[in-house]
């Protein structure tokens, strides 16, 4: 960016070369099967093993989650070790792989698991070593058929990733009860802030057309736990709750519900009015109450296991229950009302901002929804961004997390990677997942993280709930980067079991995607475990944050000063001038920081103590402020963005030496992507470093390179058609 | 369509039959590779006598082309033999097949080829048996390395299809000089009339990325002949000739260049006001004229054989030289100017027509253009559209074509089915182009066909072009439909050689994209050879046109009446009303048959001759009009509708024939295609016919079932987010 114009000649030699690598293995990894690759055990003496352990297979049991799970099993015995494996009906001897439910099997109702199977619940499994009849065996046991699905992926986990068959005791069930995906998908098959290609729904086709891709995307979201699907986007079009879509959505349904998958959809509050014919939406009368329970009846009519609604209401323009004077527990209520007979919940989402900006964006919410705790029906659940902003690269947790003791408040995490750096950056996130996990609200003394608000073991919520917004589009890898789909892996991971640590799924997730050779578990890990710091570091160092091009976020624009709103702008967050940089949200300031309990407050509102990664997200300091590391926090400042961009380079550099040991294509890609990334840390670095000394007025410190470009050519960079917005916005 | 709403619930069962099908062939057959599958020869006495032939390949010489042609062959002959051929830098012995222009082979240069080599040109080649230094041989030569190229992809097309090697004398050379793709590909990824997903070309990540695709396009390209593409809208944006735009363009190029394919842009007229900061685009003003020689200058600075420009100007609200009261002549020439030093060439449309609607629309092009013969450059050609309308299912070829005697005039077909069932009607288009090329226009007498006309050969045009405008997305399988693969290769092969019947290409193809089973070949044949029959006689037989849903075309709606001027409405065209129905372009109408010569004139002009096909394009009768059937007009047209679509009940029945004959995938996608065209050939039918009955006031003849829906349940029916189209229009 900004440098001279170069004319492109790739070499053609090289490209010769890497194409003729691929072509001769005619099906190269693409990366279409995800972590669900199946290939042949590597490891010669893991394969005699596991061949030993699994001679036969008892799968009795007919329902469509049952063949689901068995279809699955030999799908991935099959691939795992090299030829399929025989299904007895009856134990034929050691070495049986024996599946089931005490219901759909005899054997495992005769086995001593009553223990074990009550404590995994509904959707849990259990998967021992046990003698049968004097033979040895491997049991996956489960109360329900879903149970049964979720242990025979794990069952192929352990082989995937190596794991010895002796000793088998685990016991497993989700700590959260609602783990879903939110697609903001457009029915005209456009992402909002989609980077890897186009919606995979392709609406025009459906009912008639069931993609084979959709199967594929159930076995991958059931492989991790995850068991909703919001279909549509939350900036919402009413038309999918007409007949002609809801006969589309039954159909995504149908194919969905064998992998304990259900489906959700947002509900724009205007619908009454745009597909009802009503003259108003107001949720306290009675006939938009009776439009909905009769929308809602419908609805179930088309997909019996409906999930029910997510709702973006009174929000960056989205219709809402504040256009007639009702509060956001009166919309909720009215919609939680309509889909309680039918076991239906209402996810409300907690990012709203006035239209007048009066107090501090990330204060707004709190304000909103907090004198509200209690007034919400059972099936209502808030869901609210991890921090207080918007899937910021770095942000403190929402101080919502711990405020709502009697209304549960869900997690929404953001998978796609708006901010931190769209299609092409490798930046793995179950550590900005778990930095939030783990964070201490306070809500209840010492240990109430954010976690145990979430899974609904601090208040005793009666439901609890995980949302990411979805990565997943029409490339042919589902996530753009091939990285990315790591992101989408360990978002399920931890809605399953969010004491996971990232280090092992990162673990699991390489073993299973990539390879089990020892160097490539290591070096990605490596890269994995720090990417995240690292784009911390060449975008939003040191707490700050929303500084980014205006409406498609893609690349650095610390200089936008004027938008819709001033809440839109960078200069609104960074403050910087000529005193210093950062948001004073003390008392001094916005007082942000009062809305967390007093522990928290105690740890962020002085600067000395205040960690370095939040100090510009809470305190407006000189630009020669004497950080913790002894240097100036205009040094500190240059270190961090220097050191950003340096450990790109470092990726891309420990990257390259894998070369060979996995296969070319993807390879080939993530290099490429790697460089992209390289290019655009630089970018970041100088841009904001070249912005932010207009007003510290001090020179970039000696060592470091000097910035190539100029800031007005930075500025005057522009990128319409940038992915992940409609050109028109 | 319009039938009562029903609930989809898929049968479990023959889900997880044919999912259990595709899982263990972990790389089904997904349609990537198109016609370039390169799977073993099945045939083993064929591949017995293939190995006998083809001991070992020599081929000398190195550039960037002829690496390519090395690379396919490889990879051709690997796959289709099952192992890889040895390269010898000698002649060996028998069986060695020798590659190589007389510059790059001594050995060809020693070969008395000189004649066959003289007579294939600059992108032919030959292909012959030989007995070199005593020993059998085959000889793939060409005067150039693109010829090469291609006579290596033919070679491979013999094994392909079992050919036999014996007796070769194959002498093939291009009869159109400019043979070319149009992809009406926008800047967001949008495809304008694009049914298979969106655009392949990810400009964001270019041109750091080159994604392999690129790679496979330009292979299959070149394969059918294909040598040029335009890569951006008719509809064009200025900014893709901004230096941002340039350099991925060039990336492009780079990738394509090895493939004998020059990329061209499209032109926006008043480019030099959006981007260039002027503040007129007068084609006659000065510093217009500058700004264009400079970007001209700039454009082959990134791509040094950039091929030239497509330009639509002056139609449907895109700028043109006709905004300065200047003629198509003056807007084309200019361009001509500043591409001439550098070899380019100008595609000026004459899909145009002006915003008063005064006269026949099917007139104007030829009004417009004809008094314009002799005063364009040499390097501007005309390109006009197969019929004087729009891509219609049936339409009688352009005026234009035979009118332009000293202005080359190209051919504009589509590939894209825009009119022809969108993403889903299995429709090969062979037939239609062949029927155009064929058609008469009696410029010179009788033999003056259009193919003769666009291959320059009847005017001695210093140019010719033939131009499809591409079906190409980002589906996996390319083109949406996999059939519709069928006409991107059909459409290559016609420009290469406009000679080949539809029916030998037909063979040609589904023996290398499907089999070369008998009954596959024979079946597909059937179904290809008669489908454009079919779709003609479902949605407008009897030269009806244009009575398609407006905006996205999805559908019919022959009752569209109002609309943004009166020639984009179906009324317009039809003219049905009490007395009859059908547009009278003879001189009692518009007199649109005048621009035809005599002989057209007289085939046409009375409606007792003119054929059945063409009737209703050309005369308005009454609905008790006697056809030579002896049915009465309305009778006909009811036959007509109810034979189209029984006519697709019999492509679903003779296609489910092929069960377990080609692979699962591919057969399972082209069944479900198929019901959903099967569905809307009776949609047509029900609509047209309700909606025509309400001017004949006559009865569906007894024996025809009755229309299920209501017409006003049909013109009920809403497709906002259709395909194809931005919903914003």
Chains 1, 2 share one sequence.
Not at 69 to 83: H, P, S
Not at 247 to 262: E, H, Q, T
Not at 604 to 625: G, N, Q
Request: proline letters at 5%; charged letters at 25%.
């Amino acid at each position: 960016m900004c440098s001279k114009v170069k004319i492109i000649n790739n070499s053609f030699i090289s490209l010769v070369f890497l194409l003729l690598l691929v072509s001769f293995g005619m099906f190269a990894e693409d990366g279409y099967r995800l972590w669900l690759r199946y290939d042949r055990i590597a490891d010669e003496n893991k394969l005699k093993e596991y061949k030993e352990d699994i001679k036969a297979i008892h799968f009795p049991g007919n329902s469509p989650v049952l063949e689901a799970a068995r279809e699955e099993l030999t799908k991935g015995l099959t691939g795992l070790l090299g030829f399929p494996v025989e299904f007895a009906d009856k134990l034929t001897g050691s070495g049986t792989l024996i599946v089931g439910t005490p219901k759909s099997s005899s054997i495992v109702a005769s086995l001593s698991l009553g223990g074990k199977l009550k404590n995994v619940g509904k959707e849990g499994y259990t998967i021992q070593n046990a003698a049968v009849k004097g033979k040895k065996c491997i049991v996956i046991a489960a109360n329900t058929d879903v149970g049964i699905l979720y242990g025979v992926f794990n069952f192929l986990k352990l082989l995937q990733t190596n794991k010895s068959l002796d000793n088998l005791n685990v016991s497993e069930s989700p700590k959260i009860e609602y783990r879903l995906l939110n697609h903001w998908d457009n029915l005209d098959r456009t992402v909002e802030r989609g980077y890897a290609g186009f919606s995979i729904w392709d609406w025009h086709k459906l009912p008639d057309y069931l993609d084979p891709r959709y199967k594929d995307y159930a076995r991958a979201n059931a492989s991790i736990g995850i068991n909703g699907t919001v279909l549509t986007n939350v900036n919402a079009n009413a038309l999918v709750l007409a007949p002609m879509y809801l006969g589309k959505v039954a159909a995504l349904a149908d194919v969905f519900r064998p992998y304990g998958i259900r489906v959700y959809l947002t509900a724009r509050f205007s619908a009454p009015i745009e597909i009802g014919g009503l003259k108003t939406a107001d949720p306290l009368d009675p006939t938009v109450k009776k439009w909905w329970k009769e929308k809602v009846s419908e609805i179930y009519k088309y997909i019996p296991d409906f999930g029910g609604f997510l709702v973006k209401a009174n929000s960056e323009g989205q219709p809402g229950p504040q256009n007639y004077d009702r509060s956001h527990a009166d919309g909720a209520n009215m919609l939680a009302d309509a889909l309680a007979p039918h076991g239906g919940i209402v996810m409300w989402r907690a990012f709203v901002y006035a239209y007048d900006v009066n107090e501090d964006r990330a204060e707004q919410a709190y304000n909103e929804f907090v004198p509200l705790d209690g007034k919400f029906r059972y099936n209502v659940l808030i869901q609210a961004k991890n921090g207080p902003l918007d899937f910021q690269p770095r942000e403190p947790f929402h101080p919502l997390f711990g405020a709502m003791k009697k209304t549960p408040v869900m997690m929404e995490f953001q998978i796609t990677q708006e901010y931190l750096g769209c299609a092409t950056h490798l930046v793995y996130l179950a550590t900005l997942y778990k930095e939030c996990l783990e964070s201490d609200t306070y809500a209840k003394g010492k240990g109430s993280t954010v976690a145990k608000v979430i899974d609904g073991s601090l208040f005793d919520y009666p439901n609890s709930g995980f949302a990411g917004v979805s990565n997943i589009g029409t490339d042919r890898n589902w996530t753009g980067h091939h990285f990315a789909q790591g992101n989408w892996y360990a978002f399920g991971r931890l809605g399953w079991d969010h004491e996971l640590s990232a280090e092992e799924i990162a673990e699991e997730w390489i073993r299973m995607t990539f390879s089990n050779d020892k160097e490539v578990v290591k070096t990605l890990k490596e890269i994995m475990m720090t990417s995240r710091e690292i784009a911390v570091s060449y975008m939003t160092p040191l707490g700050l944050h929303h500084i980014m091009a205006e409406h498609h976020h893609y690349g650095p624009g610390p200089w936008v000063s004027v938008s819709g709103r001033p809440d839109w702008t960078s200069v609104y967050y960074h403050q910087a001038d000529s005193n210093g940089i950062g948001f004073d949200r003390t008392k001094t300031g916005s007082n942000a920081l009062g809305q967390y309990y007093p522990e928290v407050r105690k740890k962020f509102s002085d600067p000395k103590k205040c960690p370095d990664e939040y100090l510009l997200w809470f305190h407006h300091l000189p630009w020669d402020y004497k950080m913790k590391s002894g240097r100036t926090l205009w040094e500190e400042l240059c270190r961090k963005y220097y050191m950003g961009a340096d450990s790109v380079k470092w990726m891309v550099d420990r990257f390259s030496l894998l070369g060979g040991k996995i296969d070319s294509e993807r390879f080939e890609q993530v290099s490429a992507f790697l460089k992209i990334q390289q290019k655009e840390a630089i970018w970041w670095r100088n841009a904001c470093l070249l912005y932010f000394q207009t007003f510290s007025k001090k020179p970039i410190p000696a060592g470091y390179e000097k910035p190539s470009g100029t800031l007005e050519c930075y500025k005057s960079l522009k990128f319409p058609y940038a992915p992940g917005i409609k050109p028109s916005w």
